[in-house]
């Protein structure tokens, strides 16, 4: 049985608990648009176990951390980002400005997103 926190935002949107704009679902992972999106498609492809992030990732999780990057390409072709581009983002800790402790991939696009990271002058 997958494990989930009771208390975590992102298990409670997977459980159907909390609302969620749901993108996909299946047994692994879960994908559902940002509420605060950056760029004109915003997607958050989450597993559907709480792993807290990459800083908890065993190699248990490896299925499920490579199924994410095949729903990650399904949902750009379905999205239109497919020809043009877009970029995957994975949080991790303070430095990284983590804010939701349930790892998650962020599928981002439908722009030019610019540099990778903004260079210190
Ligand atoms: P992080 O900074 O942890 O990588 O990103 C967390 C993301 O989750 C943010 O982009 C934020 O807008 C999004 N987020 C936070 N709370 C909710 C929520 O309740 N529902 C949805 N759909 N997204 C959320
Ligand atoms: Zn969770």
Do not use: W
Not at 28 to 52: E, Y
Not at 82 to 92: H, Q
Request: aromatic share 4%; net charge negative; proline share 7%.
């Amino acid at each position: 049985m997958t494990h989930h926190d009771p208390e975590c935002i992102f298990c409670q949107i997977i459980t159907g608990k909390l609302p969620g704009k749901i993108e996909y679902h299946d047994e692994q992972v879960t994908a559902f648009h940002d509420i605060n999106p950056i760029a004109p498609v915003h997607v958050l492809i989450v597993p559907n176990a709480h792993i807290p992030s990459v800083n908890a990732v065993e190699p248990e999780h490896e299925a499920v951390l490579g199924h994410m990057f095949t729903v990650a390409r399904e949902l750009a072709e379905k999205l239109g980002l497919a020809e043009r581009g877009y970029r995957l983002i994975v949080n991790t800790g303070e430095h990284a400005g983590q804010v939701i402790f349930h790892l998650h991939m962020h599928l981002l696009g439908g722009r030019s997103l610019g540099p990778m990271l903004a260079r210190r002058s």
